[in-house]
């Protein structure tokens, strides 16, 4: 049954280091159905690991995608993340939700390092139908000042957000719906951006924690010139290509090292503070995830599978949603703003 006052299409706008990113999905039948898509690049250097350096510049080039997808409305989904983001999963007394949101503030203090006066709170209760003298609950905290800035950003170009979602949760809405088999034991999604690696551990489909690493595609190819001496569309030509190659390889040795220690620190730290098991499977997403032997090398080194995940392999998508675009290229970098969309507001 569809609730009263939702909006039929939602807007997810994904304010990246390199590209920006919409996508635009009708709720408006039995299943979601995405419905378009546009990638714009950024110039270098107008967002620098989060920070937005030129406003000016991210707001034309949102406008631009979002006048190349055709969206006339100022309402979009977009998210926040990185270390001013805290998610935890908690332990307390079984109440109703109203008595939760009372005593989250105090909870709060226990759990989250930040001062509970610069901070936006939000809670999800875990097993409202379970019973017992406790409930598990997912604590969010987020610093305004973040907060703030990702709305000063729409603001400038001209937009208002319905919602403001932790990325974490997105690239998890998005996964959820592509790989439903994903949703047990205890299973890594990794996204590896322009700027930084988002580190997500999921149990039993609950994102639990998230880490982020200062290395993405920008830092790799960088490697590759200054290591390897290749100009930067050589560099790049090597990381949107196809084949392995020897130079490609040297610098995947120790930046495929460092996401790897990345994401054992986060599942030991998981099992250390929980219950869970070991990390059965990992997916990746982000541009990154289509370099070449980048898959390969977390595998051997981890000792575990790992395969590239997309936004689209259970998801309906209507017909010329991916005009112009290669899918099979753009595909990995669509989780986080399909997990947006897939969002219905009221």
């Known amino acids: 049954m569809r609730l009263l006052g939702r909006k039929k299409t939602t807007v997810g706008l994904d304010i990246g280091s390199g590209l920006i ?27 620098v690991e989060g920070e937005v350096m030129d406003p000016g510049i991210v707001a034309d080039a949102i406008q631009l995608a979002l006048s190349e997808a055709g969206v006339k409305s100022k309402n979009v989904v977009t998210a926040v993340g990185g270390r001013d983001v805290i998610i935890k999963k908690i332990q307390i007394e079984r109440v ?46 987020a610093k305004r000042e973040l907060v703030e800035s990702k709305v000063r950003v729409l ?44 580190i997500n551990i999921l149990d039993e489909g609950v994102p639990l924690l998230t880490r982020d690493l200062s290395v ?56 250390q503070n929980t219950r869970s098991g070991n990390v059965r499977a990992i997916y990746t997403c982000g541009g990154g995830s289509r370099i070449p032997g980048l898959n390969e090398m977390l595998a051997n080194r981890l000792r575990v599978a790992v395969r590239q995940a997309s936004p689209l392999a259970n998801l309906k998508v209507r017909d010329g949603a991916l005009e112009s675009l290669v899918t099979d290229e753009i595909a990995p970098l669509l989780m986080l703003p399909i997990g947006l969309a897939l969002r219905q507001v009221a």
């Open 216 to 271: 993405g595609t920008r830092r790799i190819r960088e490697d590759l010139q200054r290591e390897r001496g290749l100009s930067t569309d050589e560099a790049q030509q090597l990381l949107q290509g196809y084949d392995r190659s020897p130079h490609l390889d040297a610098v995947l040795e120790s930046r495929g090292e460092e996401i790897a220690v990345g994401i054992e620190r986060a599942a030991a730290f998981l099992a």
């Open 96 to 141: 109703k939700e109203q008595q939760a949101r009372e005593l989250m503030r105090w909870e709060a203090e226990q759990h989250v390092p930040f001062d509970m006066e610069s901070v936006e709170l939000d809670f999800q209760i875990l097993d409202p139908d379970a019973d017992g003298a406790e409930m598990s609950v997912l604590l969010v905290a």
């Open 155 to 198: 603001t400038d170009a001209g937009l208002s957000p319905t919602a403001v979602d932790v990325e974490a949760f997105a690239l998890h809405n998005a996964f959820e719906v592509n790989y439903p088999d994903a949703m047990t034991g205890v299973v890594g999604l990794v996204n590896i951006g322009h700027d930084v690696t988002n």
């Open 21 to 47: 990113k919409v996508a635009v999905i009708d709720h408006s039948k039995r299943e979601p159905e995405l419905v378009r898509v546009t990638v714009t690049p950024l110039l270098a250097d107008a967002i």
